[in-house]
């Protein structure tokens, strides 16, 4: 157990709707990392927030959007859906020793 | 730039085999960080190690050691007497110091054949 919570599991949705992903980091970690593995793009980099503050942007679409609330968890919304969003979406959380651990994943079916 | 080169897209081995996973990185940062992570089937991201640019020790867990190598920008990972449970998706990524993102390779799947 990495100790980084994601919900949900699982979801599965329709074109043109929205989601929202849920992440906490571990107890102490100021730093949620969101990261999007799809069969064709292996683990691309969408968002780092540190401490509330986005911090780097990756090649996260417009459609996507985050933020990262007082009590440091962080939450992934997902609009206007398309088939080609379906896929595994990470968050992980950075300690101050630099390891970097992941959540267990929300795997996105978009139908 | 950061770029993680991981050449070797699948490898299947026979158990109790060893086997090495490469990892060729590029970075312009002359502090940084590298990481292995495993996937296995059940899909979640195993941290199993992390190195910093200045430390060029190599190191020993149980089977599993790590060849850190500067001067050829190689980190490459050796699984000895490999099982079953080894088999997954090896992932090696890269971040400079300061630095906000962790770049991956695109992985490495392998099969440990019984």
């Known amino acids: 157990d990495s100790g980084v919570t994601q919900t949900p599991k699982h979801l599965i949705t329709a074109t043109g709707q929205r989601v929202t992903l849920r992440c906490s980091p571990r107890?102490?970690?100021?730093?949620v990392y969101w990261y999007q593995q799809s069969l064709d793009q292996g683990l691309q980099f969408l968002i780092h927030?540190?401490?509330?503050?986005?911090?780097a942007k990756g090649n996260i679409l417009e459609r996507f959007s985050a933020q990262q609330f007082p009590d440091l968890h962080s939450e992934l919304n997902l609009s206007s859906l398309e088939l080609g969003d379906s896929a595994l979406y990470f968050c992980?959380?950075?300690?101050?020793?630099?390891?970097?651990?992941f959540g267990e994943g929300s795997r996105l079916t978009v139908l | 730039a950061q770029k993680v080169t991981q050449a070797q897209t699948e490898i299947s081995v026979v158990e109790k085999e060893d086997v090495t996973l490469d990892c060729v990185y590029e970075?312009?940062?002359?502090?940084?960080?590298l990481f292995w992570y495993k996937q296995p089937p059940s899909g979640e991201l195993v941290f199993l190690i992390r190195?910093?640019?200045?430390?060029?020790q190599n190191e020993i867990s149980g089977r599993y050691s790590w060849n850190f190598q500067k001067s050829t920008s190689s980190f490459n990972f050796t699984i000895t007497a490999s099982q079953v449970v080894d088999s997954a998706v090896y992932f090696c990524?890269?971040?400079?110091?300061?630095?906000?993102?962790?770049?991956f390779g695109t992985g490495t799947r392998l099969t440990i054949i019984p």
């Open positions: 992980a959380s950075m300690g101050g020793t630099g390891e970097l651990f």
């Open positions: 107890s102490g970690d100021l730093s």
């Open positions: 927030y540190y401490n509330g503050e986005e911090r």
């Open positions: 970075t312009r940062d002359t502090t940084y960080y």
């Open positions: 190195r910093n640019s200045f430390d060029e």
């Open positions: 990524a890269l971040i400079g110091f300061g630095n906000e993102k962790l770049t």
